[in-house]
């Protein structure tokens, strides 16, 4: 009765191992059924081993028991617990932070997002075998893929398949890429902050819309020339931006979907209706980028935005920047890494960028109702002249020293408390920095990429804190190292040679 019983758990393991094999292979998603038949069949079929065990041994010392079919029969069985073992645990495997700080946990905003995917997400991380944060990208992507099936992942070695990298338009190694829904978003940082900000971009249904001002002169988005914005445009529909013209004299002022306005390198003078619109645009909470080249070299007119731009404290003037140390030319001044003045928009940017033909930008200290944030700032060896000419000399007489802050950030904030009505304007003294001939230069595309980010709120969208494993440092005073040198270089060796003879005189003896 007892054997009878015992086989029972042996004829309900198999089939219930079959039973969970068959809703595996037709009902895959339906992921909690088979994976309870499994494991019962696991439960039922270790009783019947361990039923069997004693009979089993026993086989075993007879000659005939390699024939035996209880034996063979115990062997299945084994080899069936084994493989269900081996099929359940690499569906689905578990991975546990065992740090203090949970550095290799994923985030509580992260998890928020990922439970919130109603679409499949695909991140494609081209890094080099040679790359040094391949493997963390790796890990990075394991942990996004563990807690939600929407996210899937694959590392593709540039360098090994170069039709994919280009494909793609990968020119930087590290470059992650981000696809859902026929959209795609692309990210040079393999962090929990970045990814989990490209998520939201590329499945977010409504992209934000930045708008171009067109109608002055300005670089056209659409100009595949050399002074044209088209890869601009490109870069930041990548990035999951909606890029569009905007024409002011239309009337209507700046679209209410607008993130961002920009005006990139205005000729032309702006229309009184045209400032107006600006105007109100600012003071409704909006995110205007203005840039502005130097006039008087080479011809060119007052965009007239100079005035509409000192009612926000901002202070352009007839100058020029020169920089002798630049390898670009004395007209051309380069930031170097680390050389950046403290914003959001340049934190964690380590890249060189260079400008060229730049001019300065000042603020008016007495508009109290706004405060001002250098972005951009020369080298203590640039100059700031006023002769502005076709062959430039400097005359510490005349001209003044660097530093030289070329760009800014202007910003009030309001008495609604929602971020969204603090005003944002940024303005730089040169626009061909970002023209189709240089933007891919150093850090030239980037550095915009991240202005337009931060003026997005794309930067703010997920704050992450940066989570390191704790670093535990054991600190011991002489005496304790003493006992621990006694201890394990002495005491324990003798204790265990002593032990053992002692061990095999008494053997010997019996």
Same mark, same amino acid.
């Given at each position: 009765?007892?054997? =009878? %019983? /015992? +086989?029972?758990? @042996?004829?309900?393991?198999?089939?219930?191992? &079959?039973?969970? !094999?068959?809703?595996?292979?037709?009902?895959?998603?339906?992921?909690?059924?088979?994976?309870?038949?499994?494991?019962?069949?696991?439960?039922?079929?270790?009783?019947?081993?361990?039923?069997?065990?004693?009979?089993?041994?026993?086989?075993?010392? =007879? %000659? /005939? +028991?390699?024939? @035996?079919?209880?034996?063979?029969?115990?062997? &299945?069985?084994? !080899?069936?617990?084994?493989?269900?073992?081996?099929?359940?645990?690499?569906?689905?495997?578990?991975?546990?932070?065992?740090?203090?700080?949970?550095?290799?946990?994923?985030?509580?905003?992260?998890?928020?997002?990922?439970?919130?995917?109603?679409?499949?997400?695909?991140?494609?991380?081209?890094?080099?075998?040679?790359?040094?944060?391949?493997?963390?990208?790796?890990?990075?992507?394991?942990?996004?893929?563990?807690?939600?099936?929407?996210?899937?992942?694959?590392?593709?070695?540039?360098?090994?398949?170069?039709?994919?990298?280009?494909?793609?338009?990968?020119?930087?190694?590290?470059?992650?890429?981000?696809?859902?829904?026929?959209g795609s978003v692309t990210v040079q940082t393999a962090s929990e902050e970045e990814v989990t900000a490209a998520i939201v971009r590329v499945t977010r249904s409504a992209k934000k819309v930045v708008y171009f001002v067109e109608g002055h002169g300005e670089h056209d988005i659409d100009d595949q020339g050399d002074q044209g914005y088209a890869f601009v445009k490109q870069a930041m529909e990548k990035q999951g931006f909606s890029v569009k013209?905007?024409?002011?004299?239309?009337?209507?002022?700046?679209?209410?979907?607008?993130?961002?306005?920009?005006?990139?390198?205005?000729?032309?003078?702006?229309?009184?209706?045209?400032?107006?619109?600006?105007?109100?645009?600012?003071?409704?909470?909006?995110?205007?980028?203005?840039?502005?080249?130097?006039?008087?070299?080479?011809?060119?007119?007052?965009?007239?935005?100079?005035?509409?731009?000192?009612?926000?404290?901002?202070?352009l003037k007839r100058d020029l920047i020169v920089d002798p140390t630049s390898g670009f030319g004395g007209a051309v001044p380069i930031i170097g890494p680390g050389d950046y003045p403290k914003h959001d928009v340049t934190e964690k940017f380590a890249l060189a960028t260079f400008y060229p033909l730049a001019r300065s930008v000042t603020f008016d200290t007495s508009k109290e109702a706004f405060s001002f944030t250098p972005l951009l700032k020369t080298g203590s060896r640039s100059w700031l002249t006023t002769e502005i000419a076709a062959e430039m000399t400097i005359d510490p007489n005349r001209d003044t020293p660097g530093p030289i802050v070329f760009g800014g950030v202007v910003s009030r904030e309001t008495a609604n408390d929602e971020k969204n009505d603090d005003m944002r304007l940024v303005v730089i003294g040169d626009s061909d920095f970002v023209t189709n001939n240089v933007v891919r230069s150093v850090g030239n595309g980037d550095l915009f990429q991240n202005i337009i980010s931060w003026l997005a709120e794309e930067k703010d969208l997920i704050a992450i804190d940066a989570r390191e494993a704790p670093k535990a440092t054991l600190v011991l005073n002489a005496q304790q190292i003493k006992r621990i040198f006694y201890l394990s270089v002495l005491i324990l060796p003798v204790t265990l040679l002593t032990t053992g003879l002692f061990i095999w005189r008494r053997r010997r003896r019996l």
């Open positions: 009765m007892e054997i =009878r %019983r /015992s +086989a029972l758990f @042996g004829i309900v393991g198999a089939v219930l191992g &079959v039973a969970g !094999l068959v809703v595996y292979l037709t009902w895959e998603a339906q992921v909690w059924v088979y994976l309870t038949l499994e494991i019962l069949a696991v439960v039922h079929l270790i009783a019947f081993w361990i039923a069997h065990f004693e009979t089993l041994k026993t086989a075993s010392e =007879r %000659r /005939s +028991a390699k024939h @035996g079919v209880n034996a063979g029969l115990m062997v &299945v069985v084994f !080899l069936s617990i084994l493989i269900i073992i081996n099929f359940i645990s690499t569906r689905h495997s578990a991975r546990f932070d065992l740090s203090g700080s949970g550095a290799f946990s994923l985030s509580k905003q992260t998890d928020n997002v990922l439970s919130r995917l109603t679409k499949p997400v695909h991140l494609s991380g081209f890094f080099s075998s040679q790359h040094a944060g391949r493997t963390q990208a790796s890990d990075l992507f394991e942990s996004y893929a563990q807690k939600s099936k929407r996210v899937t992942y694959t590392l593709i070695d540039p360098n090994r398949k170069p039709a994919v990298a280009k494909q793609y338009g990968i020119e930087q190694d590290g470059t992650i890429v981000l696809e859902s829904g026929g013209k905007l024409s002011l004299l239309s009337g209507s002022g700046i679209p209410t979907d607008a993130s961002v306005t920009v005006v990139a390198g205005a000729k032309r003078p702006f229309a009184d209706s045209e400032k107006s619109h600006m105007t109100r645009y600012l003071s409704e909470g909006g995110r205007l980028l203005v840039m502005v080249d130097p006039i008087g070299l080479g011809g060119e007119e007052s965009s007239g935005l100079e005035d509409f731009l000192q009612k926000w404290g901002v202070q």
